[in-house]
């Protein structure tokens, strides 16, 4: 029972997505206006991980390991759609809030990630609390966030107003500067606390929402859960060529003035 | 024509996908260390977004519509996406080498990049016919591509300044995107 | 060897695909109704916010015939950007025509379409206005949905109603929201085009 329990705290406190890992950042800025829209999509979330690492899990004998990532990418996707049809029947409001991050949840790189990295690894009753314990790690983030800048931008919590009528609602803060403000200040107090251990404390864990995932399936060896760090590789590459090519047009020119 | 305009810099400036509707962010964050390289990066997404756009529309009016499986879209959108960028890999490696040296190596952080398939799914939603749904491609890429490359700019200069530890890295390049922004605001008078 | 392999993984993706379509497909059919039901349900509710005085309503010829015209009748009020999608009569308890109620949309909203529903009464009184969707910037132009702004409109005989900043002191003037001019202008005009759509309607000689 322990490594069950394990698991489904490991993605609360441990490795909580946003907070330790910095996955999946563009619903955390985009929907987390208020506290009770970071819950809602929170949930939705979870709800899919949860399904996605079951249904992986469960076909993961059954899944080829050279077209696992469309694989991946079809299972997703048809929970998505699944998960939004219950929205709009039973919950239209969260719909109408969430809009196109709904459907957007399919790049969302927590659940190709954890699917590539955990529920194709391990049995469904594991993989289904790994969704769990990810996802409400991944709610706990998004409703805090969305708490941060509804009190500060809007004075409320939950929609109900808390601060003093005298209280000016620096609404700065539930616009979109606000969401990269109040990230990078939860990224930098994370730097903080990560000084000690970490060698240079520069972007220590920093790794990104899903830049990458779909992208693996060309290479075997990928973690698909590396967002920022995929696109700093490919930039590192990037500046590789263009200084071979620069090195080159300065052969060439060295050549021609000889 | 005017409305084509209207949405075109309605999409690439007033409301920038990375700065107001925080998509293709990791990418953003991660490839915007030099001017060229993000320079490289735009153009990459330029091409793929204006071809997903046009492939998008065009299946989406001519298959799912008729076929009435419009709620399938996610899921065919993103295979259609995922599949686009893996085909251009191809015909680029193959016929045109210059331009897949130039492009080659962004082509992969595109295929799950949130503003690919952000921009199919707006499209749908608005009821876009097939030039705007292509304008408004265009217009997001190329507000892409210049908030990445005045990024990178921003960065480049940075790298001289005196920033706090913990601030190195995605935190300054999170706070400077908040100033990007708030400046960004400035263009909501143009509509 | 090698061509079997991969015409087994692709075999395996489509049959994977395969199920998933056929699951999404069986599950829209379940959902189908409910989802009709709920956004019913919805219109229900907000045409009863816009209209309490009223018990039921109802559709009627003529005014489906008025609604399919809108286009010529706004346009001769100046109104463009703006669609009628709907509009239902309303009764009483005890089955007369009171009014009406209109679902109005205006693509003149910040972040796309706006559409609201409008109740307007015989003697072309706003009973009241309620937002059904709307996409607006949150904190500025969503404040739409709050009721200080919404009650503005209610309760008033006017012609038009005019957007101001500098704190409304007639009947017809709306105070803007703070920071969404151009949202407060949209719902604005849509209310108008609503209320002008009714006034011609009554002018029609439509049985009200």
Partial sequence: MNKYLERLFNGIFKENPIFILMLGLCPTLAVTTSASNGLGMGLTTTAVLMGSNILISMLRKAIPDRVRMPAYIVVVASLVTVVQFLLEAYLPALNETLGIYIPLIVVNCIILGRAESYAAKNTIGLSALDGIGMGLGFTIALASIGAVREIIGNGSIFDKIIMPSSYEPAIIFILAPGAFFVLSILTALQNKFKLKSATNGVNGSVTGCGAHCAGCSSSNNCSAINGIEEAKMVANNAEKLVKEKEAENNDSLKSNRE | ?191 | MKYTKIIKDALVLFVITLIAGVALGFVYEITKEPIKDAKAAAKQEAYLAVYGDAKNFEQNAKLDETVKQYEAILAEGGYSNVTIDEALEARDAGGNVIGMVLTVTTKEGYGGDITITLGVSKDKLVKGMEILTINETAGLGMKAKEDKFKSQYKEKTVDQFIVTKTGSTADNEVDALSGATITSNAVTGAVNAGIYFANAYIGLGGEQ
């Fill in chain 2, 1 to 191: 024509m005017k409305e084509l305009l209207i949405i075109l810099i309605g999409s690439a400036l007033v409301n920038n996908v990375v700065l107001s509707q925080f998509l293709g962010l990791c990418s953003f964050v991660g490839v915007s260390t030099k001017i060229k390289i993000a320079a490289g990066m735009g153009a990459a997404v330029i091409f793929v977004m204006t071809i997903a756009s046009a492939v998008a529309s065009i299946i989406y009016d001519l298959v799912l519509v008729p076929a009435n499986l419009t709620y399938m879209q996610t899921i065919v959108f993103i295979l259609v996406i995922a599949a686009l960028v893996q085909f251009v890999e191809m015909v680029l490696k193959k016929y045109s080498k210059g331009l897949y040296n130039a492009l080659g190596v962004y082509l992969p952080l595109i295929t799950t990049n949130c503003a690919v398939l952000g921009v199919a799914l707006i499209n749908v939603k608005k009821d876009y016919g097939f030039v705007t749904s292509v304008v408004n491609g265009i217009g997001t890429a190329l507000g892409y591509t210049i908030a990445i490359i005045i990024m990178a700019g921003i960065r480049e200069k940075m790298e001289h300044n005196d920033i706090p530890l913990s601030f190195k890295g995605s935190p300054i390049v999170l706070v400077t995107s908040g100033l990007m922004a708030i400046a960004f605001f400035g263009f909501a008078g143009l509509l």
